[in-house]
């Protein structure tokens, strides 16, 4: 937005420069990394090193192996958010046929994840230059261990058919959470507030069903939501359209178990109310 007025037909160069300063690209990105120091904006630091494009601005993966990981700690203050600080453990790490002794730092909360020797992927990293010294900073990585193969070859006798004794797939329950729409139509929200009580004030349960309404003038394939607190079932929305078409084999097998998973006045939707989501839970595969 300009500082300054615009007229009925705006030049170029003030459209161009809403707040009175184009900034260059090599600018723009040196500010997205935290190379400048709000105080002082006109000074463009080497803090960060710029990220390298390929195509697209991307990480790469750096393949490291830990040389050092000492007790010394170190606090570092982001100079773009100079109200942020970050404590590093220091060490050192190497590049196979690259480069040795590269001092590094770890996040203090990670550095109980690795040890000296390890091989690990840094996954997200960057440079930085602290009291003239420039840093390799780890901020994710993962352990780099082969995987030894399974061997197949010896097949326990005894193990080999006890598949149909154990793991009956027929037992196996799967549950799914499902939210329910349409709860702010007409007297529903009366409903969800005496359920909410129900729940959250008396800690009684309350009871949910699923009904399929074929005679619905908007869709036979409708599947209504119904809840009971103790004075009666009542319907307080419905399955969302396109899952139905998963639910209705369920509910004709009689296969399904359905319940309250909770009930939440919601403040941050386009309607403030309350809203209710179900576990939906059925048996076998």
Request: glycine share 6%; with cysteine.
């Amino acid at each position: 937005m300009p500082l300054t007025p615009w007229g009925q037909t705006p030049d170029k160069e003030a459209f161009l420069n809403p707040c009175g300063i184009l900034l260059s690209n090599e600018y723009a990105v040196n500010l997205a990394v935290g190379n400048v120091d709000p105080r002082e904006s006109t000074t463009i630091r080497n803090t960060f090193a710029l990220p390298i494009k390929k195509g697209l601005w991307q990480p790469r993966d750096l393949a490291l192996t830990v040389s050092s990981l000492g007790q010394d700690n170190i606090e570092w203050t982001i100079p773009s958010f100079p109200v942020l600080t970050i404590e590093f453990v220091k060490g050192t790490v190497s590049i196979t046929g690259r480069r040795t002794g590269w001092p590094a730092l770890f996040q203090a909360d990670d550095s109980g994840r690795t040890k000296c020797g390890d091989e690990i992927i840094a996954q997200k990293w960057c440079n930085i230059v602290v009291e003239n010294i420039t840093y390799l900073v780890i901020w994710e990585f993962r352990r780099s261990e082969p995987v030894e193969p399974e061997d197949h070859s010896i097949v326990n006798a005894d193990d080999s058919d006890d598949s149909n004794e154990e793991n009956d797939s027929s037992e196996i329950e799967h549950t799914v959470p499902f939210k329910v729409l349409g709860t702010a139509y007409k007297g529903r929200q009366i409903i969800l507030k005496n359920a909410y009580e129900c729940l959250e004030n008396n800690k009684k349960d309350v009871q949910a069903q699923l009904q399929p309404e074929p005679e619905n003038d908007y869709d036979q394939n409708a599947i209504a939501v119904l809840i009971n607190c103790g004075s009666g079932w009542n319907k307080v929305g419905y399955i969302a359209k396109e899952l139905t078409s998963d639910i209705h084999p369920i509910i004709e097998r009689n296969n399904i178990k359905v319940t309250v998973a909770r009930i939440r006045f919601r403040v941050n939707y386009l309607l403030v109310g309350f809203y209710v989501t179900l576990n939906i839970t059925k048996k076998g595969p």
